[in-house]
């Protein structure tokens, strides 16, 4: 009966002129269904003891478009918010594997995107917006369709982890390339290191880049370095009485020290000790890290430098295990290649990195590159009196 009296409301809509509006309603309707029952199977309601009455989640508010639909939802005193997340499966299950689910004390927020993610697409400069960021790194394309990026500065030290072929390459050569595009060699300067001589090739002899290298022996130096430079720049900011370099009106440029392969200078524990160093005290000075691995290390990643990892980039793992290791849970079950979770401090998305070829980035920098005449070679260690790195004029800040 009530099925029959949707259908005649909706023909008599048709006659009268408002059926998108009566259909919109029914669609609303239905997916609101659907809402209560994942919480009334999935348990998210108050029951209490001495009363049969399920006291279950309200829905506040439903907005539904093509590309997202937005619940807004109340929790019930007495229910922890935390119990949602952990059930956020049985949401899947109703809607699909495309959620963002954001939960306070008193209200929840269930974003549910019926398109997902493409599987593939192609790294192109111009879709990115560098211009919000002081310190742009591109990530993906998100949920919601847009391309999703974050400013190192405000989320400093980034972690990326995922097996052979799971994307991890691609973003990494990503993230730099954009770097470069979008930044001045005086407003940025990279310090590469490959220690499997397989990622940064593209990169050598670049007007931003320090330098490539490809061993202990090689780094050791070139981090001493960074640890006088950050000395120096602490003795600014207390010159300044400032609390960051970006408080200064000629601020020194950024620099970020980004190791392919890291878990193999983890015996190296000199060079350890300063990778901490610049995780702990960094952001203020202006000094970032970029770390990635194909397999984590538990050993390495525990302590002072994975808790200062504020942005993790976890592609596919090989286990729940080395998921947990990251602290991207979930990325065991990936199977996209360029698929990741990306967390935020304590935000999770899923984010489809871009497509970048060694051959597309080589030629998209090709306008950086200097001869090999005229790289200038790292200063000696005794050379603790010179302005290092330098601070911007004016017309370059």
């Not at 000075?285 to 990892?309: A, C, E, H, T, Y």
Request: aromatic share 8%; glycine share 6%.
């Amino acid at each position: 009966m009530i099925i029959e009296m949707a259908w005649a409301t909706f023909i008599g809509s048709i006659v009268y002129g408002s059926a998108p509006y009566v259909y919109e309603g029914m669609r609303k309707s239905a997916q609101k269904s659907k809402l209560r029952k994942a919480f009334l199977n999935g348990e998210l309601y108050l029951k209490r003891k001495d009363e049969k009455v399920k006291i279950k989640p309200n829905i506040l508010k439903t907005r539904i478009t093509d590309d997202k639909m937005t619940f807004v939802f109340s929790i019930p005193k007495g229910v922890n918010p935390d119990r949602f997340i952990e059930k956020s499966y049985v949401l899947k299950q109703y809607f699909n594997d495309y959620i963002d689910l954001k939960v306070e004390s008193k209200r929840g927020i269930l974003n549910v995107y019926p398109k997902g993610l493409p599987k593939e697409f192609t790294y192109k400069f111009e879709d990115i917006d560098t211009t919000k960021h002081k310190l742009p790194i591109v990530c993906g394309m998100n949920l919601a369709g847009k391309m999703f990026t974050y400013d190192m500065v405000t989320h400093p030290h980034l972690l990326i982890a995922g097996e052979t072929g799971s994307g991890k390459s691609s973003i990494v050569r990503s993230i730099l390339t954009t770097v470069i595009k979008s930044r001045s060699p005086k407003q940025v300067r990279l310090i590469l290191a490959d220690m499997k001589r397989s990622e940064f090739f593209t990169f050598k002899n670049l007007e931003h880049v320090e330098g490539v290298y490809h061993s202990a022996e090689e780094l050791r130096p070139v981090l001493a370095k960074v640890k006088r430079e950050m000395i120096k720049r602490g003795n600014l900011l207390d010159e300044h009485e400032v609390t960051s370099i970006d408080e200064i009106d000629k601020k020194p440029p950024y620099l970020i020290v980004c190791i392919d392969e890291v878990v193999l200078l983890k015996k190296e524990t000199d060079i350890m000790d300063v990778l901490e160093e610049i995780s702990s005290i960094g952001r203020s000075l202006g000094v970032f890290l970029i770390l990635s691995m194909q397999r984590p290390d538990s050993n390495l990643l525990d302590g002072k430098l994975k808790v200062n990892l504020t942005v993790r980039m976890g592609f596919k793992t090989a286990d729940a295990i080395n998921s947990k290791i990251i602290g991207t849970p979930g990325a065991e079950k990936l199977e996209t290649p360029g698929r990741m979770i990306l967390r935020i401090n304590s935000d999770y998305q899923q984010i489809q990195a871009p497509w970048l070829a060694a051959d597309k980035a080589r030629k998209l920098l090709s306008p950086y590159k200097q001869s090999t005449s005229n790289v200038v070679p790292l200063r000696k260690e005794t050379d603790t009196k010179e302005d290092i790195w330098g601070v911007l004029t004016d017309d370059e800040t």
